[in-house]
């Protein structure tokens, strides 16, 4: 059973920095994309970034430039760097993995940026 677990949520000011970590079980890590969503109050969960085993990376453009993604295959676990936040970041924030199209997530971390 795949496990995805959040961690490095919080509270901070706009301008910020947070790093969030997921670490994962039950998955061949190293073979998974894997990815980190968003989900803010009314809206809709969208994808932030993601990153493939050949450790390629998208972003969405609203973050480009201020969040990077990285995965360390030792530890099984999947990081996000967030620098330069801003209110409109502020969110739920999911771990996602995708391994032969079988797709698990955490439980959400909660980011809150205050202006």
């Known amino acids: 059973q795949v496990h995805l677990v959040e961690s490095g949520g919080g509270l901070v000011q706009s301008g910020g920095s947070l790093r969030l970590s997921c670490a994962t079980s039950?998955?061949?890590?190293?073979?998974?994309?894997m990815g980190w969503y968003r989900q803010a109050p009314g809206k809709q969960r969208e994808l932030v970034a993601s990153?493939?085993?050949?450790?390629?990376?998208i972003y969405a453009d609203s973050v480009k430039g201020r969040f990077t993604i990285s995965r360390d295959n030792a530890q099984n676990t999947v990081y996000l760097q967030m620098n330069s936040l801003k209110p409109e970041d502020t969110a739920v924030y999911y771990c996602?993995?995708?391994?032969?199209?079988?797709?698990?997530w955490g439980q959400g971390t909660q980011v809150t940026v205050s202006s």
């Open positions: 996602n993995s995708d391994l032969y199209s079988i797709v698990s």
């Open positions: 990153i493939r085993r050949d450790r390629s990376t």
């Open positions: 039950g998955i061949s890590f190293s073979l998974a994309r």
